[in-house]
């Protein structure tokens, strides 16, 4: 058995639905199912004997020890946060305390439960934090890529909160030997991605005649991994990792975003033409840059590749097309997820940014 937490969002479902694909041992999936936890990515899995469904909170201390003691899992893979750099400039609090408090409060139900473990149970267990390359801060156009030894200089709410809970996971292993693992990955995309970042965001507001907003001169760079790369990653990094090192997760795909907005289009022209048969780069509007924008971020992922032997499997093409095939052919998923609280964020975020 393992434990999963942050299973119903982006990364953590891709995750689970890969991890049961391609085998059976079973999974406890700790979620709390904040706006951005969606059980319908899990339906697949509803009369899946190996998928145990937790709605508990990170930061509750007590039903996580019951979860620990019921299921007994043999790793912790971490992936439950706050994870959207916008709202953690307009919200910073639940930032700090979901990604922070909580990853704190994981470390200790976890050490309890593994100093209650004895011979080869107690050596096998493995706590994986996934984490992300913003920890790392903002690189100039010229500057190496983010490697394991790159300083930590985290910029926003977001990127600090990750940054403290790397540090606590570190601290975990050299105070408590608590057996951990760090991964730091550069931005994702692909399937069940909520549709307030920029990849989704795109393909659904074009689709829908909307406008397509790209913060500041669009030049801002970052690296694009898919979603599935990812999760064979962790894989790997679970299973040969050394204990209390940390891996650089990457696509090798650095893009500026006006770049990755214009492949969207394109696509999106190919498959689906708008009606009108106007080409949808028509539709991109350049509109109020982010606070602290983090101009460009990228990894050097020879480490995970030279020790542990992961590449990427996809290319910036064919993962970007899975994707916007997917979005397309998902249409009740995504109607689903862009109710109510997504509106609002939509109407509040974006209210007179052009
Ligand atoms: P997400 O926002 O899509 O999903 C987060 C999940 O965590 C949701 O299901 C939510 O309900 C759950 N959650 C939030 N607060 C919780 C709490 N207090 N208790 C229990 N569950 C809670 O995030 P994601 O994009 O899937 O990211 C997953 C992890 O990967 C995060 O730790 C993130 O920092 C990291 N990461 C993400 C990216 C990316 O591009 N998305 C890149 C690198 C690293
Ligand atoms: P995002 O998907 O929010 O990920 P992150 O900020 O964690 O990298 O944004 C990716 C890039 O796209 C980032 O540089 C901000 C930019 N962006 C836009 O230009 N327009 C948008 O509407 C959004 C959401 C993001």
Redesign the pocket.
């Known amino acids: 058995m393992i434990l999963v937490t942050g299973g119903a969002g982006f990364i953590g479902a891709n995750f689970v639905l890969d991890w049961l694909r391609d085998g059976d041992e079973p999974v406890v999936n700790v979620d709390k199912l904040t706006y951005a936890g969606n059980a319908e990515t899990l339906a697949p899995l509803a009369n899946d004997s190996r998928h145990i469904f937790a709605r508990v909170d990170i930061c509750d201390r007590a039903a996580l020890d019951t979860l620990f003691a019921t299921h007994r899992p043999r790793a912790v893979l971490h992936f439950a946060a706050e994870s ?3 709202r953690s400039i307009s919200g910073p609090g639940e930032f700090v305390q979901t990604n922070v408090v909580g990853t704190f409060t994981m470390l200790e139900a976890a050490r309890a439960y593994w100093n209650g473990l004895a011979g080869g149970e107690k050596e096998a267990f493995r706590f994986l934090h996934v984490s992300t390359d ?1 920890v790392f801060g903002s690189l100039e156009a010229t500057d190496p890529a983010f490697n394991e030894r790159t300083p930590y200089a985290p910029n926003s709410p ?1 990127s600090a909160s990750k940054a403290a809970s790397d540090h606590l996971v570190r601290a975990y292993f050299h105070t408590y030997g608590l057996p951990v693992l760090t991964t730091n990955c550069s ?1 994702n995309y692909g399937p069940y991605q909520f549709p ?4 989704p ?1 795109t393909i659904i507001n074009a689709l829908a005649g909307k406008a397509l ?3 500041g001169d ?1 030049k ?1 760079v ?1 690296d694009w991994l898919y979603v599935g790369d990812h999760c064979a990653a962790i894989r790997t990094v679970l299973q040969k990792g050394a204990l209390g090192e940390t891996y650089n997760i990457g696509g090798w795909n650095e893009k500026a ?1 006006i770049d990755v907005v214009h492949t969207l289009c394109a696509t999106l022209d190919e498959l689906r033409p708008s009606s009108s048969g106007a080409p949808y780069a028509k539709q991109i509007e350049f ?1 109020k840059d ?1 606070p602290g ?2 101009r460009r ?1 990228a990894i050097d992922a020879t480490r995970i590749e030279r020790e542990l032997g992961w590449r990427p499997a996809e290319t910036f093409e064919t993962g970007m097309r899975k994707t916007v095939r997917w979005y397309l052919e998902n249409s009740e998923w995504i109607a689903g997820v862009t109710s109510g609280n997504y509106r609002h964020w939509m109407e509040t975020h974006y209210a007179g940014q052009a």
């Open positions: 959207h750099v916008d913003e977001y931005n307030e970042k920029l990849i965001l907003p790209v913060y669009g801002n970052r975003n509109v982010r924008h983090d971020y």
